[in-house]
């Protein structure tokens, strides 16, 4: 049982760096000092966001199948676009702060959740090409 713990905690923190390194560089989506070209900067952050939102469901229940992994990560990734069709003043309020926005997002684009689904796509086959190189025992 112990083995199991601590390939837990080693995907943990495996998870915890990939959500880290998504995020740094999502940020830099957004920096007006790195000139990416537009399309790159639009839809490069929803992309990175999909899969840190994959990285942070993983890191929640790194013994979790994939496929249901995969699955969480794109239903939360939909309701949060979804929710921009949502506007209560409390929400929008949270929307107008940079945390809030970078989170949230404020207008709904259908072009966003395909961003997000490649973006789930792309951590997924991270995530299982580094299982199969770095063969770390799967968590039960």
């Known amino acids: 049982m112990r083995e199991a713990g601590i390939a837990i905690d080693r995907h943990r923190v495996a998870y915890a760096v990939a959500v880290l390194v998504v995020i740094a560089v999502g940020l830099t989506t957004r920096l007006p000092l790195v000139h990416w070209p537009p399309m790159v900067g639009k839809y490069a952050g929803a992309v990175l966001w999909g899969a ?3 990285f942070i469901v993983r890191l929640g229940r790194p013994a979790a199948q994939m496929a249901v992994s995969t699955a969480i990560a794109l239903v939360l990734s939909a309701l949060v676009e979804f929710s921009q069709l949502w506007h209560p003043d409390w929400l929008d309020d949270v929307r107008r702060t940079t945390i809030g926005v970078l989170l949230l997002g404020r207008y709904f684009a259908w072009m966003d ?3 997000y689904a490649l ?3 792309f951590a997924v086959a991270t995530d299982a090409l580094v299982k199969k190189l770095t063969h ?5």
């Open 136 to 140: 770390f025992p799967q968590p039960h």
């Open 113 to 115: 959740i395909a961003a």
């Open 52 to 54: 840190m939102v994959y």
């Open 119 to 121: 973006g789930v796509g």
